[in-house]
Each structure stands twice: as C-alpha cells, then as structure tokens.
C-alpha cells in the first residue's frame, strides 16, 4: 500500500491555460474525492466517485472544472481557461466503499499558482 | 447541516507544553468525527477519529480526543508538545450521505523552542 500519489505536485500555469492534475487511490478503494484548499482554510468538497461513476460535484465545480476516473482507478482533475482564482491547493482522497465514518486517506496534493 | 467550527487560527505552546485544540460541531444526532494534520506542502494525514462507544479516543503521534455531546465538542488534546507537532490541524465531519468530509478553517499550532 504505497497510499494516495498526486501529479504534478505543483503547476505553474498562465492565466487562460488549461491544466490537468492526476491522482492514483490507494489500490482496491472504490471511492474517489476531489477538495480545493485555498490558504488559511479546510478542503472544500468538489466531486466524488464511486468506482467511475462521478455520483455528486458541488457548487463549487465550475463548468470549466471537468473530472474522470475512467476505469475506476486513477482519476484526472482538469482546468480549462484558468483564473487566478483557480490557484489553490487540490488534493484527492480515497476510501472504501462508504459505510458511516469510512476514513478517507488523502494524498498530498497539487499545489496549483495561476499567473 | 453537519458542520465544524475551530474557534483559534493560530495558537503557540512551549515545546513539553500540554496542547488543547478545540472544535465544536453542529450535527442533530451522535457525529462521526475526524481530527487530521497536514504539515507544511503535506497532504492531510489522520489523527483519530470518533464515531461510537468510548468517549475518549487514542490516536497516532500520541494525541488523543474527547467528545462531549453536552458541550457538542471533540476537542484534541496531546500531554507534551513536541517541536515535530508544528503543524496545521483540522477537524471534520462527514456530510450529509456521507459523500464529502466538511473541514474546519484550522488551527496552526506553532511550538516555540
């Protein structure tokens, strides 16, 4: 079990750009969570999965936010026309299927700068 | 809705100090309840967690938490700091269906040497 990995790490990005972030779950978690952190505050929620079915996103996920997971393991995050905005720390989790207070394990994220 | 408050932004203990990080939820029944530190360019790594039975919770790194429904509080607490605990902690709960986890806004714990 070598946890939830994110790539890249960090993005530096010019305003307009579009941007796609990777994450890889721990291996036999079926469920996927995409936050957004910005500074001096908790993750925010944005979308999840179960296996690749993207069951919920938040108000959050703009039009221009789109996610995949397409064979139920890694899961990518893209930006199109960024903002500077959009600058924030993304961070993906995994868990297992949900049961009440499941843990979700969380990766250590993608810290995104638009300039 | 299931939410968390953390009412310190910051707070600063001598290094073998005792911590106490507080955090108040909002929830109409029992809550499962989360604290997580992430240290600086980390991702969030899990402290312990509450959801039944003892009051009192162990967790890793020598932290442990209480839950007290009458005060609706889960606050962390750890007998001696360490200079290694410098870091940002947060308590969260899980939303409605259990499909996000809700964060606090943090507490960022400075220990001074």
């Known amino acids: 079990d070598t946890g939830v990995s994110q790539n890249p790490r960090h993005k530096i990005t010019k305003r307009g750009q579009n941007v796609t972030f990777r994450c890889d779950p721990i291996?036999?978690?079926?469920?996927l969570y995409w936050y957004r952190q910005t500074l001096g505050q908790g993750p925010e929620f944005l979308t999840y999965f179960q296996n690749e079915a993207q069951l919920e996103k938040s108000r959050l996920l703009s039009d221009r936010f789109s996610a995949e997971r397409p064979k139920g393991s890694f899961s990518t995050l893209e930006i199109q026309r960024t903002e500077q905005g959009d600058s924030a720390m993304y961070l993906c989790?995994?868990?297992?299927?949900?049961?009440?207070?499941?843990?979700?394990?969380f990766g250590p994220g993608t810290r995104l700068l638009v300039l | 809705a299931q939410s968390v408050t953390q009412p310190d932004i910051h707070i600063t203990v001598s290094e073998g100090a005792s911590l106490e990080l507080r955090c108040n939820y909002s929830?109409?029944?029992?809550?499962?309840l989360f604290w997580y530190v992430q240290s600086p360019g980390q991702g969030l790594q899990l402290l312990l967690k509450y959801f039944s039975g003892d009051t009192l919770v162990q967790g890793i790194k020598g932290f442990e938490a209480e839950f007290k429904r009458s005060q609706s509080s889960f606050n962390l607490r750890k007998p001696s700091v360490h200079w290694s605990d410098a870091a940002e902690y947060f308590c969260a709960v899980p939303g409605g269906n259990n499909n996000d986890m809700r964060f606090g806004a943090g507490t960022r714990l400075t220990v001074k040497p």
């Open positions: 929830y109409g029944a029992t809550p499962y």
């Open positions: 291996s036999e978690h079926n469920r």
């Open positions: 989790a995994s868990s297992t299927l949900a049961t009440a207070g499941e843990t979700q394990y």
